[in-house]
């Protein structure tokens, strides 16, 4: 326990090598995994390793490896993380062998190797991980049904028409309830689509919300998750930032979306770094600031706080401001320095009284990697499914809730306008919202999206009057936008069909 704490407290600061949301999991993963003990021996021998799952304990944490056969001894597979009957992670082997009563697999993106002997007759793999400088750790994994685990399948083994559908119960959020019907999709069209969930089409799904015509007309959970749980949405958060931008400009906090970034940051040195004068919210909200960041920086830093934003104030400004899109976390994370200069109150206080109370929004959690009062606001929000979809509907709805203003409507048509072509995903990019098209059986749906690493999505498709939540784990299988394609062929079509 105390190195799992070691590691915990290490890739908690802001240090770039360990901040990412993607090597932070993976690192707990192979650190978990190398604590792990002797599991209980079986009593009844097993017939092949891809029978069942093989099990190890960490702690709370339950990993179940899966193997599947690929051609003659050759093995695909997965490891499952699951904690408390939630599963949380799936990983893929990205590479596996079988030789005679040796297996070894790679664990994804931890680069640590499990190598072992199957004993069948026992229903155990003895054997160690593998570190990237050849160090090794003793393992030994347990055979196990996973019909008895819970949180390992989307709806617990043995459910009797797991994907029926059934209409939300009446709740007392600030939601309308409804069934399918009332909103013109035939429960056809939803059981077919969560049958494809439930056997995995769209990855690991946590929960699957749909409002129509201002109704909740679905609120299905998987895999263990609750509609009271929170759930972390990763990079929807910058969608949320950029709500309370907009609520700070409505006022007056916020001069303008044109102010120059330094004028947020005056106890800060950046107007002494080459061209960021030419630097505004605008190059921040639209990701189109031109700093010079590898592709890998841009991806993997994350911070907040003073220290933070002068690392970020360090770099140079390498394209003209405007001109060209690049994804980059970090910048975001700067707006938590632009909101605190600007309020006088820390990015969740002004959320807490500003757009989480107005909207009903009564629990979450803001605390991973904050600073004081700095929060990190590219990717660390805690939210439930049905307070997700509650924004979708404020912003649907043109800034609306149940009668009452919160953000301006103005704000809301500028901020999901494309302002910035992307060259990937849907295309065009607003103010840290993604804009696009879904393709359907019924021709291009318009969609305007909060999108978060691992199916954390808020969905708009205003055509339809219609917003999607979806919250899953599946940041590591190539299965993130996997539902886009589901939704397309069993949503989006002609209710007659």
């Keep these: 326990m105390n190195t799992i704490l070691l590691i915990r407290r290490i890739i908690n600061q802001n240090i770039p090598c360990f901040s990412s949301y993607a090597w932070r999991s993976a690192l707990l993963l192979a650190v978990c995994l190398s604590m792990l003990g002797c599991s209980p021996r079986n009593t009844q021998p097993v017939g092949s390793?891809?029978?069942?799952?093989?099990?190890?304990?960490?702690?709370?944490?339950?990993?179940?490896?899966?193997f599947v056969h690929m051609n003659n001894e050759d093995l695909t597979g997965r490891v499952h993380s699951i904690r408390d009957g939630k599963k949380y992670s799936e990983m893929p082997f990205t590479q596996t062998l079988l030789r005679e009563s040796m297996v070894e697999m790679e664990m994804g993106a931890t680069q640590v190797r499990y190598k072992g002997v199957i004993e069948l007759k026992t229903g155990c793999i003895s054997g160690s991980l593998i570190y990237a400088d050849g160090s090794e750790r003793p393992m030994e994994l347990a055979w196990m049904d996973p019909d008895g685990i819970e949180g390992f399948h989307a709806r617990p083994a043995g459910t009797v028409d797991a994907n029926a559908y059934t209409p939300p119960a009446d709740s007392t959020d600030g939601f309308a309830t409804g069934s399918v019907e009332d909103v013109g999709i035939t429960r056809n069209q939803i059981e077919s689509l969560m049958t494809v969930i439930i056997q995995g089409g769209a990855g690991t799904l946590h929960s699957l919300l749909v409002v129509r015509d201002g109704k909740l007309v679905v609120d299905e959970y998987f895999h263990g998750y609750e509609p009271d749980d929170l759930h972390g949405i990763a990079s929807v958060t910058k969608s949320v930032s950029s709500l309370l931008v907009g609520i700070a400009l409505d006022q007056?906090?916020?001069?303008?979306?044109?102010?120059?970034?330094?004028?947020?940051?005056?106890?800060?040195?950046?107007?002494?770094?080459e061209g960021w004068n030419r630097e505004t919210l605008r190059h921040l909200l639209t990701m189109s600031m031109g700093l010079d960041w590898t592709r890998e920086e841009a991806e993997i830093l994350h911070g907040t706080g003073p220290g933070f934003f002068d690392l970020v104030f360090k770099r140079l400004v390498s394209d003209e401001p405007g001109t060209r899109w690049n994804y980059v976390n970090s910048e975001a994370d700067l707006l938590s320095g632009v909101l605190v200069h600007s309020t006088g109150m820390s990015p969740e206080e002004f959320a807490r009284e500003y757009l989480f109370e107005p909207l009903g929004i009564r629990r979450w959690d803001w605390s991973g990697m904050a600073d004081g009062q700095h929060r990190l606001m590219d990717g660390s929000l805690w939210l439930r499914p049905r307070d997700m979809a509650k924004i979708g509907m404020l912003v649907l709805n043109g800034g609306a809730w149940e009668g009452r203003r919160i953000i301006s409507e103005d704000w809301i048509k500028a901020s999901t306008t494309p302002h910035i072509t992307t060259g990937?995903?849907?295309?065009?990019y607003g103010y840290l919202w993604w804009i696009g098209s879904l393709p359907t059986s019924m021709g291009l749906e318009r969609v305007i999206l909060a999108n978060g690493w691992g199916s954390q999505f808020i969905a708009l498709f205003p055509d339809r009057d219609m917003v999607i939540v979806t919250t899953g784990a599946n940041e590591y299988n190539g299965k993130h936008f996997a539902l886009a394609a589901l939704l397309g062929?069993?949503?989006?079509r002609d209710s007659k069909e």
């Design 49 to 66: 390793i891809t029978d069942g799952v093989w099990v190890g304990h960490a702690g709370p944490d339950l990993f179940c490896f899966e």
């Design 252 to 273: 007056g906090k916020i001069e303008s979306i044109d102010d120059t970034i330094p004028s947020f940051f005056p106890e800060h040195s950046v107007s002494q770094t």
């Design 424 to 428: 990937e995903f849907l295309g065009e």
């Design 489 to 492: 062929q069993y949503l989006f």
